[in-house]
């Protein structure tokens, strides 16, 4: 009864309370406020989701309170709006070509959302990239268990000596599907990844648990190479057709600390070929950070982590280079990260492929710091695009993880790094 009593409560509140500037108003399965609060009004999108924006336009609550008048809403909403583009990305030189057009491009990191709790939140979160303009998505395409949660728990895919398990269920690849799902809808093109070389949702460390070795020899292994290779061809098959992918990608920053870099180059390759084997279609890319390069003698640009970043770029099956810059972990400068940029940038000329600033970030400063890497990268041939670690968002359970580099949407930050990004594009 005191449950029952807690539930109505919390009911009445939220019908009572308005949204917030920005906030949800609306969709399927929204059971929180659906007015706005002043100087705001509800703005349709699409039967997932609608927000309150600045103005004083009409037809704010009708998105959920009927089927009929949600289709009314939604005809006159998408009537002038162009079809969202169908075409598989390419490369074209130091380039991206995506739905016809051959520029930069701007994107994020959403490690979260391949793990979102409802379908309207994956519409939610593709609503806002497209509003922005962000146009490209890297997400987790892993989350690897030892053990089976008995619970309701996310987990895609469960490693064991004696057998292991993919889960295409409603808490395993379902949650991906809505992802992708919604990625098309909205035009978003999606770089997803295969294996973490850090332990968050297991990672390397979750194959050796299950078929012995350390991490250094994960990468042959034969036993977890066979399991992660099983995986690749699950998440692949699954996709392939799907004009939301923008690329496979190898592993979240992999390294191999003390190893020739012959290691990971091997394995490059291997992967890379094979993953194309699958699917020739889709670009494929390694997720590198970008270490082992001709520099000054600091760390990064040392070898010590078994990655020779010029010699990847001989592998012809990656499609592009990924590069990834955080001073403060690095025991670099700030300033040091526009030079950085412009190496990878040469380098990428030099072999004729696209670079892709694919991480970078600062948990102080961000707009001033992270603006003037945005700058140099937008101005340096052979960067085809960026994408900041990471975004965040106010999904149904409330506001997504702050891990100090977050950027959420709506605020100053947003601001200045995307919406000013984006206009300078």
């Not at 699954?238 to 870099?261: K, Q, V």
């Not at 494929?284 to 040392?302: H, K, M, Q």
């Amino acid at each position: 009864m005191k449950l029952t009593i807690v539930a109505i409560a919390s009911l009445v509140h939220s019908a009572l309370a308005q949204s917030p500037l920005y906030g949800q108003c609306g969709g399927k399965t929204w059971t929180g406020a659906t007015t706005c609060v002043s100087g705001s009004f509800c703005q349709y999108y699409n039967e997932y989701y609608s927000q309150c924006i600045p103005g004083t336009g009409t037809g704010s609550t009708t998105t959920t309170t009927s089927s009929s008048a949600t289709k009314t809403v939604s005809a006159t909403a998408t009537s002038s709006k162009p079809p969202v583009g169908t075409e598989i990305p390419t490369t074209s030189g130091t380039l991206f070509t995506i739905d016809g057009e051959t520029k930069y491009f701007a994107g994020t990191n959403c490690y979260w959302c391949s793990f979102l709790p409802l379908q309207s939140d994956a519409e939610l979160v593709m609503t806002h990239l497209e509003a922005a303009g962000l146009k490209i998505l890297r997400i987790w395409g892993f989350n690897d268990v030892n053990t089976k949660p008995t619970d309701s728990t996310v987990w895609f895919q469960y490693l064991s000596s004696s057998g292991s398990e993919i889960n295409t269920g409603a808490n395993g690849l379902q949650r991906l599907d809505w992802i992708v799902e919604a990625a098309e809808n909205h035009g978003i093109k999606l770089i997803i990844n295969f294996v973490n070389n850090w332990d968050d949702y297991g990672g390397m460390k979750a194959y050796t648990n299950a078929f012995g070795g350390d991490h250094v020899g994960w990468y042959t292994n034969t036993q977890a190479q066979a399991q992660y290779r099983t995986y690749i061809d699950a998440i692949v098959s699954r996709y392939s057709d799907s004009s939301a992918i923008f690329a496979w990608e190898l592993a979240n920053e992999p390294r191999c600390n003390g190893c020739d870099t012959d290691v990971i180059f091997e394995w490059g390759t291997e992967i890379s070929q094979y993953i194309k084997a699958l699917d020739s279609k889709h670009l494929v890319t390694l997720g590198d950070e970008g270490f082992g390069l001709p520099g000054d003698g600091s760390y990064p640009y040392t070898y010590g982590e078994g990655v020779d970043w010029e010699q990847m770029l001989t592998i012809d099956t990656l499609d592009f280079a990924t590069f990834h810059l955080y001073p403060t972990s690095w025991g670099v400068s700030t300033d040091w990260g526009n030079g950085w940029v412009k190496a990878h940038a040469a380098l990428c000329v030099e072999a004729g492929v696209p670079c892709f600033f694919e991480e970078y970030g600062m948990t102080y400063d961000q707009c001033a710091i992270e603006s003037v890497w945005q700058d140099t990268a937008l101005a340096a041939d052979g960067v085809a695009g960026d994408a900041f670690w990471q975004f965040g968002d106010t999904i149904s359970t409330g506001q997504s993880h702050n891990d100090g580099n977050t950027i959420y949407y709506g605020s100053d930050t947003w601001t200045c790094l995307v919406t000013n990004h984006v206009a300078d594009i």
